[in-house]
């Protein structure tokens, strides 16, 4: 089968970055990073995944679960020619990127940022209420959605979920990501799905795993949960981040995912 995932290609010299969003979101949720990476010497591919964006939602025999994704990621790196990408994904892309990190051969590293399929069964209602709230008010007349998003206090209050500083999300982004998460027809596959995910299958690659300490959607003592259950990855507090750190520091962000690379890198030096 071809791949159907559609993505954006910001061209480095160094070793192959792909970019994994979460939930609701788009290829455009990351920002800055993608040229700060490529700044820093990596050949950046940024996706959407199946059912968000750009990309179409997928067709048999392809589905909406976390083996299915991988298997059409494995298929978009043949067809990019890309060998053993660093991988990096926020929220559900980072329980993306953990599902890839433990299959063999397939990436090089992963950098998790505050991902999904670590959450107890009594914090449902807070991820569930956050979601929905920002689902409902996607529905909003575009119009309205223009003129409050042009406030900082509107943008304070509703992406105070996703970022520690709603601030730095543009208008027209912040309008972009609301329209996206009103027509991807992946959010409701997925959010059902969510219930009931967990990550748990050892981890094949050098894994980071990083939290906002300021994470409203999937709550920083998640992250003891991770350090339990993978202990050999490398767990990391994000300072003054919420659960998409991509926004409100991009700078830190990019330091962890280089710094899981370099280990990476030093790694398969040693073996060598």
Same mark, same amino acid.
């Given at each position: ?9 910001? =061209? ?15 290829? %455009?949720?990351?920002?800055?990073? =993608? ?45 990019? +020619? ?10 559900? +892309? ?15 590293? #992963? ?25 409902? +008010? ?53 959010? #059902? ?42 767990? #990391? ?20 995912? #280089? ?8 790694? %398969? +030096?040693?073996?060598?």
């Amino acid at each position: 089968m071809r791949n159907t995932i559609k993505y954006t290609h910001v =061209p480095g010299d160094g070793a192959p970055v792909v970019l994994v969003h979460g939930i609701g979101h788009r290829r %455009q949720a990351w920002g800055e990073v =993608p040229e700060l990476l490529a700044a820093r010497g990596h050949d950046v591919y940024v996706v959407d995944l199946p059912g968000h964006g750009d990309s179409p939602k997928p067709t048999r025999p392809d589905g909406w679960s976390m083996r299915s994704h991988a298997e059409q990621f494995e298929r978009l790196f043949r067809e990019l +020619g890309i060998e053993r990408p660093h991988v990096v994904g926020n929220s559900l +892309g980072g329980a993306m990127a953990l599902e890839l990190a433990a299959r063999e051969g397939v990436v090089s590293s #992963v950098t998790a940022l505050s991902p999904a399929g670590f959450f107890p069964p009594w914090h449902l209602p807070n991820v569930a209420a956050n979601l929905l709230l920002m689902k409902a +008010g996607s529905h909003l007349p575009e119009a309205l959605h223009r003129r409050l998003t042009a406030h900082v206090w509107f943008r304070k209050l509703a992406f105070r979920a996703l970022y520690t500083h709603p601030e730095k999300v543009t208008v027209e982004a912040a309008v972009g990501d609301t329209l996206n998460l009103r027509r991807a027809p992946g959010f409701w596959p997925h959010f #059902v799905r969510a219930t009931f995910l967990r990550v748990t299958e050892p981890l094949a690659v050098p894994t980071a795993i990083a939290w906002g300490d300021t994470d409203r959607l999937l709550l920083p003592s998640e992250a003891d949960t991770a350090r339990a259950r993978f202990p050999e990855a490398t767990h #990391v507090s994000l300072e003054d981040c919420g659960h998409c750190p991509q926004i409100d520091h991009p700078e830190l962000v990019v330091d962890t995912v #280089v710094a899981t690379i370099e280990r990476a890198s030093s790694r %398969q +030096g040693a073996v060598q």
